[in-house]
């Protein structure tokens, strides 16, 4: 009975904690509802995909089953919002305060804004200090200087990742806990934020600054760092290499990236300290100079990487000391001036070797007989030397490990190597063998070898007989390109169902037929159709259409008849179009004008009529630059104005030397040709526009739409040699960027645009042999033209021509008192013609609108 008695009082005392336990659980779980709730108000401006759907207000109060939430023990313990596409300004400070959070992922959205300004309203209650060990903010769009001791209250932080954002510094000191460190693809410039990551006492081990704008000198390592892998790579550093850099790096140090800045000095007797750790180093692209490499890099016998790519200061024999070397993956002398022939003693890296690349150098001879036993090398890269002999089948066939052999710009001789290569090396996916003097057929059972062939780069040899059919078996093709050589027949149907291809690159052949309609019928990755200058008959097959992929499409000097099929409209990221040189007829789509990535389109040469469709514009002010860039182009420019058809012509140029472009027939249709090589960059990031446009030497009729005046970006403009009437539009001085106007042999009548004289990048003008009047503008860079580009219309006056009747009358009435100075119109005139008439405009536009 006592006993009874006693349990009931103790049950209640027991009923009440319990109660008490579950209400201060219900009230954490309120908070921590209240504080995502907060985030998502304050942070979450649009959620276009409805992730965050599920986080309401809710009744229950726990947010542990919210779509991003995990929870452990009843708490909130991650947040992982990666990629669900939310805008907004973030602010951090409702997060901070969850109690339990130690990851926090919010990378792949669009959040935006200054992370150091918080200003949201709190949650109700104060929760605990921060508990973050794990932080990624990594690609958003977060901005401006981090607050100083960002985080410094995640007193647990261990790992924060702020990059591809477009932050410019601060935030250090960080927490003493902080272990690694990712500002990368940002727009730092903070020299305080450099000098902190070497100089600084603290534990992080993992510092990535790489791909910003840091500008200085590297300084060096104070004593009590503790980094151990430390990116500088893709910055503005310059100044000379410190030379105790790596004698001062802390012990643990096993990553060392300095690579594509502007760092300079002398390395042939540089120090490299102990470096009994080092495992990856990273030198490339500077301005580093040395006879060989120093001796002391072989203290770095851990050494897994090494990277002196892009330097070219770097010049004499390539040392013979890599025999103790016993871990190195990956040796990379690429772009420099290393000549001499390939040290047999390079081989002894072959027990490790998985990437050897010594392109871009002056080396001759073959490869050593040596490396034939390379057993685990992927990858060699021999590309433009001077290298020959018969090394491909006497040693690189021996290599069976290969996957990736880039053998370009050298100079190898006789019957191409296909055969054995396919026989002994079945892994390779990549052969690159562009730019020798290599002969025979393409062997037709390749691909039943080689099954994980993707690219076959064959360019500006001597290959003949036909493209084999049998290609369409490499289903993991994606490049072929056979370009500058001799092959005949047709293009095989089955090679344009390969289920993976994206570039078809065969100009400067003797191909023949039809182009099969095939295109894109069983896959729609292509993006490069370049076969031009073959000798194809019948039209363009509607199939193009499809390939919704494409940015260059080249089909000029062929024989193609016929219109232009509809659909091209579909071709949005179509950026260079080449129809030239053909029989093509009917009208310019007006859709052309739809292709909303069109920078290039020449359609010289055909037999095209109808009016000009006003519609071309359509797209100015919408192309936003980068989809071609860093395509190799050489551009032969008509230097003969309307004497030969065309402005000029652009070529697909991977893997061709420009001498045997000399000999291209094309080269020798006009009198006087430049060529201009390089790679594609853009001068425009948005609001761009088309910049070369030619329909030159076609039947055009109608008037001049003004609305090309809008196509602001625009350098090349030729309308010569059609039937096209009215006035030439006062809308056209609007081309700021004109380079090269030609409308000569049309029927235009009126003046020239007095605003004309205002394009001050032009650097070829034509309007001769039309039936314009008045007189030529007497400024700017109109007046440096020859009296060829006005000749042949009666009614024109002034410089070069004869001078207007007014100005004999002017001449007539000053005769009496002149004192034999020239007339100061005339001194003006000179002097503005001799600022701009440098032949910058036309140049500049294709070198770097490229």
């Not at 072929?480 to 078809?504: A, H, R, T, Y």
């Not at 193609?560 to 080449?578: M, R, Y």
Request: net charge negative.
């Amino acid at each position: 009975m006592g006993t009874a008695r006693m349990a009931a009082p103790l049950a209640v005392l027991l009923l009440q904690l319990l109660l008490h336990l579950l209400g201060s659980a219900a009230s954490e779980a309120h908070d921590e509802t209240a504080a995502l709730l907060v985030f998502k108000s304050a942070s979450v401006a649009t959620d276009p995909h409805r992730a965050l759907e599920d986080w309401r207000e809710a009744g229950s109060g726990s947010p542990c089953a919210w779509t991003g939430v995990t929870c452990g023990g009843g708490r909130v313990r991650e947040l992982n919002l990666t990629g669900m596409s939310l805008t907004g300004r973030l602010r951090l400070d409702a997060l901070l305060a969850l109690p339990a959070l130690q990851s926090l992922v919010l990378r792949r959205n669009a959040f935006h804004g200054n992370v150091g300004a918080h200003h949201t309203t709190q949650p109700p209650r104060t929760l605990s200090p921060c508990a973050l060990v794990h932080v990624d903010l990594s690609s958003n769009y977060l901005s401006g200087m981090l607050p100083r001791a960002f985080l410094n209250s995640c007193t647990s932080l261990r790992f924060l990742n702020l990059s591809r954002n477009n932050l410019t510094g601060g935030g250090f000191p960080f927490p003493p806990s902080l272990n690694t460190l990712d500002m990368s693809r940002n727009i730092l410039s903070d020299a305080g934020l450099l000098s902190y990551s070497l100089t600084g006492c603290h534990d992080i081990q993992c510092t990535n600054l790489s791909a910003n704008q840091l500008t200085g000198d590297i300084p060096e390592f104070a004593g009590c760092s503790q980094v151990s892998v430390l990116d500088l790579s893709g910055n503005l550093i310059s100044g000379p290499l410190p030379g105790k850099l790596l004698t001062t790096a802390p012990a643990n140090m096993t990553h060392l990236s300095i690579a594509g800045n502007n760092i300079s000095g002398d390395i042939s007797k540089y120090d490299f300290g102990g470096c009994t750790n080092l495992t990856v180093l990273d030198w490339s692209y500077n301005r580093l100079s040395s006879m060989g490499l120093p001796m002391s890099l072989t203290n770095c016998q851990r050494l897994e990487i090494l990277d002196m790519s892009g330097n070219k200061l770097l010049s004499g024999a390539i040392p013979m000391f890599w025999g103790g070397f016993q871990q190195l993956k990956k040796l990379a002398l690429a772009g420099n001036n290393f000549a001499g022939e390939i040290p047999d003693d390079l081989s002894l890296l072959c027990r490790t070797l998985v990437e050897l690349d010594l392109s871009s150098n002056n080396l001759t001879g073959g490869l050593p007989a040596s490396f034939s036993g390379c057993r685990s090398l992927e990858l060699l890269d021999l590309g433009s030397n001077q290298l020959s002999g018969d090394f491909v089948v006497a040693v690189i066939s021996k290599i069976s490990s290969l996957r990736v052999l880039r053998l370009p710009f050298n100079n190898i001789t006789g019957t191409n190597p296909l055969p054995i290569l396919a026989a002994e090396c079945p892994l390779l996916e990549v052969i690159d063998l562009g730019s020798n003097v290599l002969d025979g057929e393409i062997m037709p059972d390749l691909c039943a070898s080689l099954p994980s062939l993707r690219m076959l780069i064959l360019p500006n040899n001597y290959l003949n007989g036909i493209v084999p059919s049998s290609l369409s078996n490499c289903s993991n093709l994606e490049s072929i390109d056979l370009s500058f050589n001799l092959l005949q027949g047709q293009i095989p149907p089955e090679v344009l169902l390969l289920p993976k291809l994206i570039d078809l690159v065969m100009w400067a052949n003797d191909l023949s037929g039809e182009i099969p309609d095939k295109l894109c019928s069983n896959s729609t990755t292509l993006e490069t159709l370049v076969i031009n200058y073959n000798s194809f008959t019948g039209g363009i097959p509607p199939s193009i259409t499809r390939c919704v992929n494409l940015i260059w499409v080249s089909l000029a000097g062929n024989n193609l008849t016929g219109s232009v099929p509809q659909g091209f409209s579909n071709l949005q990221k179509l950026a260079i179009l080449q129809l030239h040189n053909n029989s093509l007829s009917g009208p310019v789509p007006a859709e052309f004008g739809s292709c909303s990535n069109l920078i290039w389109l020449d359609l010289n040469s055909n037999n095209f009529s109808g009016a000009i469709p006003p519609e071309l514009e359509a797209q100015a002010g919408l192309i936003t630059g980068g989809i071609v860039s860093g395509k190799q182009f050489a551009f032969l420019r008509n230097e003969a104005n309307n004497i030969c058809p065309g402005a000029g012509v652009l070529f697909e140029f991977l893997d061709i030397r420009p001498e045997r472009l000399f000999q291209f027939p094309a080269l020798h249709s006009c009198a006087s040709t430049r060529i201009y090589t390089g790679m594609t960059v853009y001068t425009f990031n948005k609001n761009g526009s088309m910049v070369f446009l030619d329909l030159s030497y076609n039947s055009l009729t109608g008037t001049i739409s003004a609305s090309l005046g809008n196509i602001t970006y625009l350098s090349v403009l030729n309308l010569g040699h059609n039937d096209l009437t009215g006035a030439i539009p006062d809308a056209f001085v609007q081309l700021k960027m004109i380079g090269s106007l030609d409308l000569s042999h049309n029927h235009l009548t009126g003046g020239i645009p007095q605003g004309l004289e205002f394009l001050n990048f032009l650097d070829g003008f034509d309007v001769s042999n039309n039936n314009l009047s008045g007189e030529i503008p007497t400024r700017g860079q109109i007046i440096t033209f020859p009296v060829s580009s006005f000749e042949n219309n009666s009614g024109l006056c002034g410089i070069p021509l004869n001078p207007c009747k007014h100005m004999q009358m002017m001449q007539s009435a000053e005769e009496g008192g002149t004192d034999g100075h020239v007339p100061l119109v005339f001194l003006c005139a000179l002097s503005i013609g001799l600022a701009f008439g440098v032949p910058v405009g036309f140049g500049l536009g294709i070198l770097l609108l490229l």
